[in-house]
């Protein structure tokens, strides 16, 4: 018998079984969850009616805040985020809130990746972003300059070029007060001289000042919000504002003020008690986080081609740190131990916001002033994650 007829037979089923295998592969591959070709071709598309947000840092504290009211709002929402200060479980609360597909994708990415950003924008059919990514403390800048002006700076500029390049119409950007540094007058206007003191502050004025050059020959709507003190989270508890424990020494006064409830730390150290305030302590205006992404999302709305809107979020009300404090330790139930050291060098009396621009032009008023309530809040939820939001998965640099 001829011996090629012989093995005729047998090529043919390896060939069929080859078949077989590459279908059921592709069948495999298309009902896998992490294939992402079905869901993120919603995100690839302009629908109308749905607006897309692009939520840089939205993984972090606001940023997570911002995108849970976008999508209780029907928003559609990409977040960018290098994990490097944010949480991945933050955006798990998110995704596990939001299921749905077309609602909600994550991109692991660094903005200070131009080229990555390029793609991401050139993949993705944005209608409008809201810039939160930043490093931001004042302290650490002063440390790290070069980091803070390449991180905000430089990324942002990153972030405008892929915007205008992409004809992306709307802009929401995240400035501070740092941006006025030791203005002489109280309360601060948006008409208040900007001066930055230090390299976090000098840094978004750059970046202020970059977009606000590209709008004169641009029809982007834009819209800068300098938020004060930011504290409180969720009132329905999903989320929370969970630093690495390494920025503990540059943190801020709520979470030093959890810290010390929780015997983390041992105390409350209080910088400064003869400043020429009411109590000797500094005041500050502290604005609840529900309430800044209230502004947010009244600035998305409000936003107009060829415009540039900028507002101060605040209440409009100084609280000195000895008022802080007390409301702290109502709000925890601990008799937290304070110990008072002398000023700090480059902390100023009192700063405070004058909010009736926001008030008048985009029908938003802080809602949450009851110091004690939003801290309560806040608490509650420090307690249920002790650990924050637990070891992320993935970790950036
Ligand atoms: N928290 C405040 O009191 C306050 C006050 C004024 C202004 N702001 C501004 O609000 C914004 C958000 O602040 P936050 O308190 O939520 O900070 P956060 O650190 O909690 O969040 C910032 C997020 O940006 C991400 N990020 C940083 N660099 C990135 C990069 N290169 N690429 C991609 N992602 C990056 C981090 O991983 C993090 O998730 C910042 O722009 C900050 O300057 C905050």
Redesign the pocket.
């Known amino acids: 018998m001829d011996y090629s007829q012989r093995r005729k037979p047998y090529i043919l089923g390896k060939i069929l079984v080859a078949f077989i295998l590459i279908v059921f592969c592709i069948i495999t591959l298309k009902q896998s969850p992490t294939h992402r070709s079905s869901s993120t071709s919603a995100f690839s598309r302009h629908e109308p009616g749905v607006t897309h947000v692009l939520v840089?840092?939205?993984?972090?504290?606001?940023?997570?805040h911002a995108t849970l009211r976008l999508l209780k709002d029907s928003y559609r929402v990409t977040i960018?985020?290098?994990?490097?200060?944010?949480?991945m479980g933050a955006v798990k609360v998110l995704q596990k809130q939001f299921p749905e597909p077309g609602r909600l994708q994550f991109i692991y990415?660094?903005?200070?990746d131009a080229q990555a950003v390029k793609q991401i924008f050139a993949e993705n059919a944005f209608d409008a972003v809201m810039?939160?990514?930043?490093?931001?403390y004042v302290g650490e800048s002063t440390l790290e300059p070069l980091r803070y002006y390449h991180?905000?700076t430089a990324?942002t500029l990153i972030v405008l070029e892929a915007m205008a390049a992409n004809n992306v119409k709307t802009l929401i950007y995240?400035?501070?007060?740092?941006t006025y540094g030791e203005p002489e007058k109280m309360p601060i206007t948006e008409k208040t001289p900007q001066h930055p003191i230090n390299p976090?502050g000098k840094a978004?004025k750059m970046a202020e000042d970059i977009i606000l050059d590209f709008s004169k020959k641009s029809d982007m709507a834009v819209m800068i919000l300098?938020?004060?003190?930011?504290?409180g989270s969720d009132p329905e508890g999903r989320l929370g504002?969970a630093?690495r424990p390494e920025l503990r020494e540059h943190g801020?006064i709520s979470g030093a003020c959890f810290d010390a409830a929780s015997g983390i730390i041992s105390g409350l150290k209080v910088k400064g008690k003869d400043y020429p305030t009411t109590d000797g302590t500094c005041v500050r205006d502290y604005i609840d986080v529900t309430d800044l992404v209230d502004a947010h999302v009244k600035a998305l709305a409000k936003a107009e081609p060829k415009k540039v809107g900028i507002y101060n979020v605040g209440t409009g009300k100084g609280r000195s740190v000895n008022e802080f404090v007390k409301a702290c330790k109502k709000a925890t139930g601990v008799d937290i131990k304070v110990e008072y050291l002398d000023r700090r060098p480059g902390d100023y009396a009192e700063v405070y916001s004058d909010p009736s621009k926001i008030n008048r032009e985009l029908n938003w008023t802080a809602q949450y002033t009851d110091l004690e309530k939003s801290l309560r809040i806040a608490w509650q939820w420090q307690k249920n994650h002790r650990n924050g939001y637990g070891q992320s998965l993935l970790t950036?640099s």
């Open positions: 840089t840092g939205g993984a972090g504290y606001i940023g997570s960018v985020d290098n994990l490097s200060r944010g949480n990415a660094d903005l200070g810039h939160f990514a930043a490093v931001a991180n905000i990324n995240s400035s501070t007060c740092a976090y978004k300098r938020y004060f003190n930011v504290i504002e630093p801020r950036a």
